[in-house]
């Protein structure tokens, strides 16, 4: 039984990975609206919750390397490298946070955005060490603005989203 969930876990986290590769393809002739939208996110933080932290976190860490390597966007440096960690925080943290928590609807709400909010501090520590390897500044105010100012349409989206998939996926079964 356990190598039969371990083989489906695989199977979704591949399907993630490719939907976390495929949807910015939506959005990727304005970067500005990808920014703002972070179609990258969705997949992985809905993989923490079905497939697990362990899964979740490496899609996360792969996707923005691999649409780098292979579609040149993001630019690998600084960009994917900090999305690589603040996306592998998002599936860790749904994921862990989802088997703690209580099965029940609403644990999804305070799961997600715990995950949203680690992820984003996650990412403000990364740019940090980027910007520190490159010399450049990187202040509170820029912090706030590309975490939650910028990311608001997302944040929302997400909010709005992610939970009713979750809860239509646990309905089906898939999640148990």
Same mark, same amino acid.
């Given at each position: 039984?356990?190598?039969?969930?371990?083989?489906?876990?695989?199977?979704?986290?591949?399907?993630?990975?490719?939907?976390?590769?495929?949807?910015?393809?939506?959005?990727?002739?304005?970067?500005?609206?990808?920014?703002?939208?972070?179609?990258?996110?969705?997949?992985?933080?809905?993989?923490?919750?079905?497939?697990?932290?362990?899964?979740?976190?490496?899609?996360?860490?792969?996707?923005?390397?691999?649409?780098?390597? =292979?579609?040149?966007?993001?630019?690998?440096?600084?960009?994917?490298?900090?999305?690589?960690?603040?996306?592998?925080?998002?599936?860790?943290?749904?994921?862990?946070?989802?088997?703690?928590?209580?099965?029940?609807?609403?644990?999804?709400?305070?799961?997600?955005?715990?995950?949203?909010?680690?992820?984003?501090?996650?990412?403000?520590?990364?740019?940090? =060490?980027?910007?520190?390897?490159?010399?450049?500044?990187?202040?509170?105010?820029?912090?706030?603005?590309?975490?939650?100012?910028?990311?608001?349409?997302?944040?929302?989206?997400?909010?709005?989203?992610?939970?009713?998939?979750?809860?239509?996926?646990?309905?089906?079964?898939l999640t148990k």
């Amino acid at each position: 039984m356990k190598a039969k969930k371990h083989l489906l876990s695989v199977a979704l986290s591949g399907m993630f990975l490719a939907l976390a590769y495929v949807l910015p393809f939506f959005t990727g002739q304005i970067p500005e609206i990808g920014s703002m939208l972070c179609p990258m996110h969705i997949p992985v933080l809905i993989c923490g919750f079905v497939c697990g932290w362990q899964y979740a976190a490496l899609v996360g860490a792969i996707a923005p390397i691999l649409r780098s390597v =292979i579609a040149g966007m993001p630019p690998m440096y600084p960009i994917a490298l900090e999305m690589m960690f603040e996306l592998a925080a998002y599936g860790l943290f749904s994921g862990l946070l989802y088997k703690i928590f209580p099965k029940k609807n609403a644990y999804i709400y305070p799961a997600l955005i715990i995950s949203m909010l680690a992820g984003r501090c996650v990412w403000g520590v990364a740019r940090l =060490i980027m910007s520190g390897v490159s010399g450049t500044e990187f202040t509170f105010a820029m912090f706030m603005a590309g975490a939650f100012t910028n990311a608001l349409p997302a944040i929302i989206i997400h909010i709005l989203l992610i939970p009713p998939v979750v809860m239509a996926l646990n309905k089906s079964g898939l999640t148990k």
